[in-house]
Antibody, heavy 122, light 110 residues
């Protein structure tokens, strides 16, 4: 059974870079037909897509975060990572990683990791 | 403000039927992109409930059903149970390959 687990610092200072890793078990990041993505949820608010990638190199980011986001992959460790630069309090959220199934008419996320809370504060 | 519009809250008594709407536009649903739905129980990660408009993943009860027509999509829950109390999110896509989420709907079981 595919499982995803987010990890990284729970506290980041304003203006610094948030770094998270998603470890995938029970399946390979290079599985054909699947993308992988990051989604976040500020406390008490809704879901916001951050970005998605395919193991071969295609990457797409949310237009609102594109200038600050980078997603990378480490195939040898079956992990992928998120970096969000110049963070502010507005970036405080639970960050989720998820597998993405892509079809010609869209995509969906399944399964999701349990999520990790990142607080931006000095 | 989300591109996909959902009612902030809905409620129903046990055993009743409730529907949650998700209104999009010609750039997403109207362009032929699918609707997907997630259930988020308190304190947990979202879980896929409906994919590609009408399909239920294995393990999701058939009390949950989805539909899409034109620029809108709907999630219906029949035989409402206390355990269905959760937040529900719709999700789609646009032609710029952006993933879109609705603002979420809180379902209260009275």
């Amino acid at each position: 059974q595919l499982q995803l687990q987010e990890s990284g610092p729970g506290l980041v200072k304003p203006s610094e870079t948030l770094s998270l890793t998603c470890s995938v078990s029970g399946g390979s990041i290079s599985s054909s037909g699947y993308w992988w993505g990051w989604i976040r949820q500020p406390p008490g608010k809704g879901l916001e897509w951050i970005g998605s990638f395919y193991y071969s190199g295609n990457t797409y980011y949310s237009p609102s975060l594109k200038s600050r986001v980078a997603i990378s992959v480490d195939m040898s460790k079956n992990q992928f990572s998120l970096k969000l630069s110049s963070v502010t309090a507005a970036d405080t959220a639970v960050y989720y990683c998820a597998r993405t199934r892509i079809t010609i008419s869209g995509n969906w996320f399944d399964p999701w990791g349990q999520g990790t809370l990142v607080t931006v504060s000095s | 403000q989300s591109v996909l519009t959902q009612p902030p809250s809905v409620s129903g008594a046990p055993g009743q039927r409730v529907t949650i709407s998700c209104t999009g536009s010609s750039s997403n649903f109207g362009a032929g992109y699918d609707a997907h739905w997630y259930q988020q129980l308190p304190g947990t990660a979202p879980k896929l409930l409906i994919y590609a408009n009408t399909n239920r993943p294995s393990g999701v009860p058939d009390r949950f059903s989805g539909s899409k027509s034109g620029t809108s999509a709907s999630l219906a829950i029949t035989g409402l149970q206390a355990e269905d109390e959760a937040d529900y999110y719709c999700q789609s896509y646009d032609s710029s390959l952006n993933v879109l989420f609705g603002g979420g709907t809180k379902l209260t079981v009275l």
